[in-house]
């Protein structure tokens, strides 16, 4: 790239005009695209489709002799270059800081694997069709550029394209959402290599700049982290890093930038590594993520897409050319199609997303422009035409991929949708993704230890896929001080009018601390999110959240909080009601923490403490979902677990289940039998599977208790009671003999009958105390209630 065109230096007196003119041009794509996302929107269209529109038209309008003179004057696109790299640069950064490492390291194999597909299969089809393409537009040297820029531009896949539109899908949290991310960047990234590397061999003046910015790259990540860990001490009070701190770490990455391009290599490899190696924990890295995200998503991300869609013009191409245009776009969604389908057969995923994969990974228009539009001085082929047919062909091929993948998803709702299921049926292996809610900085230390607990720490051992969340809810009081909306706030004062000071000062700073001191010792993100919103509409706010962030359970807590004489003092009835609107509302599996902070469960990461944990199981469908939670402790070398079985005295050992009886036609029947005696038989066999699988081996304890009524079971709760850190028992297990009469001096009937028990401040429990219910479908609920 032109030095002259990267900076823009002017040319007498041009410097104005093109300027003023480029930000009325941002101005109107914003507007058209706001426009065209209110009618597409309702249709299921993802914010790049009505974006891309928004330029077209913008471009459309050129005609107009008037608009055209304005939009496009002399030196315009200096200014439109200079500043799409400016974006560029701004949400490739972001977009390393965002992405979800740990998801691509468990998912590597599968995204080398559709990559490696996705070009194979589009390189063999466009060889032949090259030879074709060559003789049609008179080509007469630089066959390898051609090809290499015909390929990379037509195979590729616009990473950012991918992101924006998954995250208005509301499937960034789903296992193919992420598969598809992690599969764009990595074409992406692919692609870039390849053209970066063939190119400096054709130059052979390049490979030597490659190397030095490679080293220059490697001193800019060192001096990142050095920064990241420096800078907060400086003020240790503070919650974010100050706006001159922040934008010190933009210049660096613009000052590296701003070299490579000028050197005629492309900058966004190298922009996106220092992105992925930024230290992702502490006040730096959230200062970033909360500083950058709404500006670029919201305003940098539609400039750029809408930018791609006023490059569109066809006014070189003939009537000819048009059939060679119908024809790339074509072989090129063949192509894509074709090689992610034959990849997804061999990674045996599942048929329902192939046809997905293949068309939102055919989403052009990043990298594509970019290298189009560079070295042309190893394009000889580049003219006015063949400009035109590719960047026809890229919005088209983008467009029709958006319009189809929509089309798509509203057909296959369901297949896409959150699975609302139960722990029960969840295997370590799999990812556990949790919700843990909090008031203050006394209920995040209780969560973050239930957090670290369930991360299944063990040394020398490889941990199970873990994704916590951690929500900061923060109660809108009725009447506010200030005519201020909360996000315009100052980061303090947000925190003192957000309902913060009920439970103390600067909760927010001690929250963080909590969560940065976690990561550092157990290197697991914890991802952090913020609900504001009026307490009779708080539960709903809850609700949403966990199935748009497709969390297994959600944990909640109590309305009571433990003092330093050990009695409880309750925070307020409106947070018990709260909780009891969650526990019928929620799509997911709940539990409510009653957190004994002094006496109780206490932080594992840091220390060497073992904590004794009981999972006290009577029977029904929320003690075989707390006993499941369990499983995940079962990980953790800093756990003692121990299953406390209550068994009825005069339970018998007897046949439940009828025998199978085989037809001719080799169907299976089960003889018809109880309600209860089917319940008896699931929890027979699901506790025989987990003594096999965990007591056998010695990772858990197992003791049986018989008893014949409540008073019997109160007896040994307050015999154990001393014993134990944490209970880990279900809400409901319908008509119990086990704990008939322990109702009668209910206080907190949402924490059922054995929960409310081991809550009480009466009883001499210390510990603390965590009540599962499972995830109820509606008929549930209303036998519930």
């Not at 109590?558 to 409880?568: E, L, S, Y």
């Amino acid at each position: 790239m032109d030095p002259k065109m990267l900076f823009c230096l002017p040319e007498g007196d041009a410097l104005f005009n093109p300027l003023n003119t480029m930000f009325i041009q941002m101005a109107c794509i914003l507007v058209f695209s706001q426009f065209f996302y209110l009618f597409l929107k309702p249709c299921g269209q993802a914010g790049p489709v009505a974006q891309i529109l928004a330029g077209i038209v913008l471009s459309l309008l050129t005609i107009i002799r008037k608009v055209h003179e304005f939009f496009l004057q002399k030196d315009s696109a200096s200014y439109y270059i200079f500043f799409s790299f400016l974006l560029r640069t701004a949400f490739v950064f972001l977009i390393g800081l965002e992405i979800d490492l740990d998801f691509m390291k468990r998912n590597l194999k599968n995204s080398i694997v559709i990559t490696l597909g996705s070009l194979v299969i589009s390189g063999i089809i466009w060889l032949p069709f090259l030879w074709f393409l060559i003789r049609f537009m008179q080509i007469k040297g630089d066959f390898l550029t051609f090809y290499l820029a015909f390929l990379i531009t037509l195979s590729n896949t616009a990473a950012p394209v991918v992101i924006r539109s998954i995250i208005d899908w509301k499937l960034h949290t789903s296992e193919i959402g992420r598969l598809a991310i992690s599969c764009g960047l990595f074409i992406e990234i692919t692609n870039i290599f390849i053209y970066t590397i063939v190119l400096s061999f054709i130059s052979g003046t390049m490979t030597a700049d490659i190397f030095i910015y490679s080293f220059a790259t490697g001193v800019i990540i060192l001096t990142n982290r050095f920064l990241a860990s420096w800078l907060p001490k400086r003020n240790p009070k503070e919650k974010y890093l100050s706006k001159a701190e922040t934008l010190a770490f933009i210049i660096l990455i613009l000052i590296i930038a701003l070299t490579i391009e000028s050197s005629n290599l492309n900058s966004t490899l190298f922009v996106f590594i220092i992105g992925i190696m930024f230290p992702r924990e502490g006040k730096t890295y959230r200062t970033l993520i909360q500083r950058l995200s709404y500006p670029i998503h919201e305003f940098v991300l539609p400039v750029y897409f809408g930018y791609i869609g006023f490059r569109f013009s066809v006014n070189s191409l003939t009537k000819r050319h048009y059939l060679v245009l119908g024809m790339t776009v074509a072989l090129s969604l063949l192509g894509k199609l074709l090689g992610v389908l034959f990849a997804c057969s061999f990674l045996k995923i599942p048929k329902q997303y192939w046809l997905f994969l293949s068309t939102m990974l055919s989403v052009k228009g990043h990298i594509g422009l970019v290298l189009l539009d560079s070295n042309l001085m190893y394009k000889k082929w580049f003219t006015p035409v063949v400009h035109d047919m590719f960047v026809a062909a890229l919005v088209i091929m983008t467009l029709l991929s958006g319009v189809i993948t929509s089309l798509l998803l509203r057909s296959q709702e369901k297949s896409f949708a959150h699975i609302k299921t139960s722990l029960e049926l969840f295997d370590t292996t799999e990812e556990l993704r949790v919700l843990t809610c909090v008031y203050g900085v006394r209920h995040a230390r209780g969560s973050i230890s239930l957090v670290s607990a369930l991360s299944g720490f063990s040394p020398g051992t490889s941990s199970s896929p873990f994704t916590p969340y951690l929500m900061h809810l923060i109660p809108l009081p009725k009447k506010r001080k200030t005519e201020l909306l909360y996000h315009e706030l100052d980061e303090d004062a947000g925190n003192s009018n957000g309902g913060d000071d009920e439970f103390g000062t600067n909760e927010g700073l001690e929250i963080n601390d909590s969560i940065d001191s976690f990561t550092r010792d157990r290197k697991i993100m914890v991802r952090q999110v913020k609900l504001v919103a009026p307490m009779e509409n708080m539960h709903e706010e809850i609700c949403n959240a966990t199935e748009d962030l497709r969390v297994s359970i959600v944990f909640l807590p109590f309305h009571k909080h433990q003092r330093i004489d050990g009695k409880t003092t309750n925070d307020g009835e409106v947070f018990r009601h709260m909780n009891r609107k969650v526990l019928k509302q929620a799509q997911c599996s709940i539990g409510i923490f009653v957190d004994r902070n002094i006496t109780g469960f206490h932080q594992l990461h840091g220390s060497d403490s073992v904590q004794h944990v009981a999972a006290l199981f009577f029977g029904g469908p929320d003690d075989r979902e707390a006993l499941s939670l369990c499983k995940w402790l079962t990980n953790n070398s800093q756990i003692h677990l121990t299953v406390i079985q209550f068994v009825a005295d005069d339970s018998k050992t007897e046949k439940i289940v009828g025998d199978a009886v085989t037809k001719e036609n080799n169907e299976v029947f089960l003889e018809i039998v109880s309600e209860d005696q089917t319940e008896n038989e699931t929890d027979r066999i699901f506790l025989e599977e987990f003594y096999h699988r965990f007591v056998t081996t010695g990772q858990v304890g197992f003791i049986e208790k018989r008893v014949s009524n409540g008073m019997q079971t109160l007896t040994i709760l307050r015999e154990i009671g001393e014993m134990y850190s944490l209970f880990v028992v279900g809400k409901n297990r319908g008509d119990c003999p086990m704990t008939s009469g322990m109702n009668d001096w209910e206080e907190c009937p949402e924490l059922g009958t054995v929960g409310d028990f081991l809550a009480s401040s009466n009883m001499d429990v210390n510990a603390s105390v965590l009540v599962v219910q499972r995830h109820r479908n509606s008929f549930d609920s209303f036998v519930d209630e």
